[in-house]
């Protein structure tokens, strides 16, 4: 795979380190290794939780870190909209813990008359809140999807994500969601510069092909995928692919 010159990486969760509230088989060990010989950054699209959310989840699960060793599409989403307009007023689909997230940086939470409106994951979604949001969209708000994820992985099988509930707005609504997330160029562009690294010195190590891997490959990073018996079609050849991410490391030494 040409890993001579590979000086960090960037690390899915969901999928990759754990599954749901399960760790995934040898991940402990290989997070280890790759911490020990690497710079590394832990990348998720997830929005239903802060980064001091993962960070305790990661810690109960065995493996430490801190809040600089996390990016996650909540924050680099309340990152854009704050460089936008530093005290705007948004419609926040998502968990209570990511609209606290909001209000806890400044941003004030409206569904009569804000500046954006703002998907993220919401398991408890319903018809009334997704037309809310349609008709703030058609009145002149700001459209922002965390991310367009078609699914993510649960202990039990694979579940809904983000991007279906996006698609149906941008439907009905006819606007486009600017997403922020993976694959997002610009959510790459920020993990480099937080990593300082060069995208060619970069690995970027996901069980999903088109948010882990091609967003990675679009940057000049490489690419690990990790199949998790997955039958996603691969349309963007990956550098290495892995039943697990305990595999990874016999191809580094």
Do not use: W
């Not at 959310?53 to 060793?69: A, P």
């Not at 694959?183 to 060069?198: C, D, G, S, V």
């Amino acid at each position: 795979m040409g890993m001579n010159n590979i000086k960090a990486f960037m690390i899915d969760l969901d999928g990759v380190v754990y599954f749901g509230d399960k760790l995934a088989d040898g991940a402990i060990d290989t997070v280890s290794f790759l911490r020990k010989n690497y710079k590394c950054l832990f990348v998720t699209n997830t929005t239903r939780t802060t980064r001091k959310g993962v960070v305790n989840k990661l810690l109960n699960l065995g493996i430490r870190v801190n809040e600089e060793n996390v990016l996650t599409a909540l924050s680099a989403t309340i990152d854009y909209i704050k460089s936008k307009k530093k005290n705007a007023k948004c419609f926040v689909i998502g968990s209570v813990e990511s609209r606290n997230e909001f209000v806890n940086n400044g941003l004030e939470l409206d569904d009569k008359n804000p500046d954006f409106v703002v998907i993220g994951l919401d398991r408890n979604l319903n018809f009334n809140v997704l037309n809310k949001a349609f008709r703030l969209l058609i009145n002149g708000a700001n459209f922002v999807a965390m991310h367009e994820d078609r699914f993510a992985p649960m202990e039990d099988g694979l579940t809904l994500s983000v991007g279906p509930f996006v698609r149906a707005l941008e439907y009905a609504s006819g606007r486009k969601a600017l997403s922020i997330g993976k694959p997002n160029e610009n959510f790459f562009r920020l993990a480099l510069i937080k990593l300082r690294t060069k995208p060619e010195e970069t690995a970027m190590i996901g069980d999903d092909i088109e948010s882990d891997i091609a967003g990675a490959k679009n940057v000049g990073m490489k690419g690990i995928f990790i199949r998790n018996n997955s039958q996603q079609r691969i349309r963007i050849k990956p550098d290495l692919i892995l039943d697990s991410i305990s595999e990874l490391p016999r191809f580094l030494k």
